[in-house]
C-alpha cells in the first residue's frame, strides 16, 4: 500500500487547509487511518485516526473542535480539514494506514506511512 499526502502549505494564523490521502490499493479501505505531526527535534505526534467504516474518530485534544477527519472509501482517500489554525499547528503532517481496522492513536498500531506534507501556520 503506497499513501499520497498532499494539500500543505503556508496560511495564515486562524486560516484553513484541507489535507488529503490517498491510497493507491483499495485493500487499504479495509484500514483504519491516521494523521499524525511531525516537528524537528520533536517526536511525531498523534493528531487524529478514522475507522475503516467512518463510524469511528479519535483527535488529540490540541485539535479538537478545530480539526474534522473524514474519508471517502470509494475513491480510498481520506481527508483532514484542518479549521482556525493556530502557528503551533506548523509541522509535516503524515498519513498512515493501520494493520487493523480500528481507529488507535498509537503509532505503533500503523504499518504504512506516507512522505508527509509541510503545513507552515503565519502569525
Known amino acids: 500500500v503506497q499513501l499520497q499526502a498532499s494539500g500543505g502549505g503556508l496560511v495564515q494564523a486562524g486560516g484553513c487547509l484541507r489535507l488529503?490521502?490517498?491510497?493507491?490499493?483499495?485493500?487499504?479501505?479495509?484500514?483504519?487511518v491516521g494523521w499524525f505531526r511531525q516537528t524537528p527535534g520533536k517526536e511525531r505526534e498523534f493528531v487524529t485516526s478514522i475507522s475503516w467504516s467512518g463510524g469511528s474518530t479519535n483527535y488529540a485534544n490540541s485539535v479538537k473542535g478545530r480539526f474534522t477527519i473524514s474519508r471517502d472509501r470509494a475513491k480510498n482517500t481520506v481527508y483532514l480539514q484542518m479549521n482556525s489554525l493556530k502557528p503551533e499547528d506548523t509541522a509535516v503532517y503524515f498519513c498512515a494506514a493501520a494493520r487493523s481496522s480500528y481507529s488507535s492513536s498509537d503509532a505503533r498500531d500503523y504499518i504504512y506511512w506516507g512522505q508527509g506534507t509541510l503545513v507552515t501556520v503565519s502569525s
Open positions: 488529503s490521502c490517498a491510497s493507491s490499493r483499495r485493500t487499504s479501505s479495509n484500514n483504519a
